[in-house]
């Protein structure tokens, strides 16, 4: 569209300062789809894990690190599994707006670090996100506000059945977010079923490309990770070198 026109492939001062507009890139789908899991296949695939965070040409931000600090009262219910944290308010869209918007000016930015055991943000704990070419922006609600939705370039959907996506969120959030199964359980049927047929479903339309069944879809990985790799290329300043990484093509015939 127009945004991708006028925005992408600009590179030139601003303020005075040396910036790069980055490709964004919004990744969104149910909870538990594989999300974060694609995200990280696609920067692996790119070698960029090991690289250093300052040298990246590829950056992931989760939309979680933009969760509201809670209120004392909030996060009682929170510890009761009573708060809604699949809502679009749970969020601060006002700071993603102009986090989103900073990046796109080639710009340093600070991101927040979220903790799911204690429901808030680690105090004294920011993330620096240096300018990049590829900017990956993932969570449950990164398309549902039209302000913070028409600034990517491109925009995934993972979609992953309901039911794989239960089973898949179920462990987790009890070996890695410090919850039991009944507090999950009960979470997911009073808040985030109901949230994400109202509003993570709806935003599906507005993707470019769907990925079925996240992660398990290499071969969507790799168009998408082939499409990365041409942005990188393509654009002034060539900053990744080298082949394409070969990948191996299965033959059924
Ligand atoms: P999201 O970020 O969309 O919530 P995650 O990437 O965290 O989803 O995946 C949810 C859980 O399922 C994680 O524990 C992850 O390790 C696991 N997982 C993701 N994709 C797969 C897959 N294809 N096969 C098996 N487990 C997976
Ligand atoms: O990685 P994923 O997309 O699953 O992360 C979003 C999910 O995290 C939401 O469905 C929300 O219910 C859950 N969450 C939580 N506790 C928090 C913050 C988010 O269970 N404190
Ligand atoms: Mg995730």
Redesign the pocket.
């Given at each position: 569209g127009t945004v991708r026109k006028m925005s992408f492939g600009f590179n030139g001062k601003i303020n005075g300062v040396e910036g790069k507009t980055p490709f964004l890139i919004g990744v969104s789908?149910?909870?538990?789809?594989?999300?974060?899991?694609?995200?990280?296949r696609i920067m692996e695939k790119l070698g960029q894990v090991d690289k250093d965070h300052t040298e990246r040409q590829v950056v992931c931000i989760?939309q979680d690190s933009f969760y509201r600090d809670l209120t004392p009262v909030e996060k009682i219910k929170a510890e009761k599994g009573q708060y809604n944290f699949d809502h679009p308010d749970a969020f601060d869209n006002d700071l993603i707006l102009q986090t989103l918007k900073d990046i796109l000016l080639g710009n340093k930015c600070e991101i927040p670090a979220y903790d799911y055991r204690t429901n808030s943000l680690i105090k004294d704990q920011i993330t620096t996100i240096y300018p990049a070419d590829v900017v990956l922006f993932?969570g449950?609600l990164v398309f549902y506000f039209p302000k913070i939705r028409d600034l990517f370039h491109m925009k995934l959907f993972?979609d992953?059945d309901s039911d794989t996506?239960l089973a898949?969120?179920v462990?987790?959030d009890i070996?890695?977010r410090g919850r039991d199964l009944d507090y999950v359980l009960n979470q997911y049927m009073n808040y985030v079923k109901p949230a994400f047929e109202e509003f993570c479903l709806p935003t599906k339309k507005f993707a470019d490309v769907i990925i079925p069944?996240?992660?398990?879809n290499t071969v969507a990985i790799d168009l998408i990770v082939h499409h990365i790799w041409d942005i990188l290329h393509t654009k002034k300043g060539d900053s990744i070198s080298g082949q394409y990484p070969y990948i191996e093509h299965k033959r059924t015939s």
């Open positions: 789908g149910g909870t538990a789809s594989g999300k974060s899991t694609v995200c990280k989760s993932e449950i993972v992953t996506r898949r969120r462990p987790r070996n890695e069944r996240g992660a398990d």
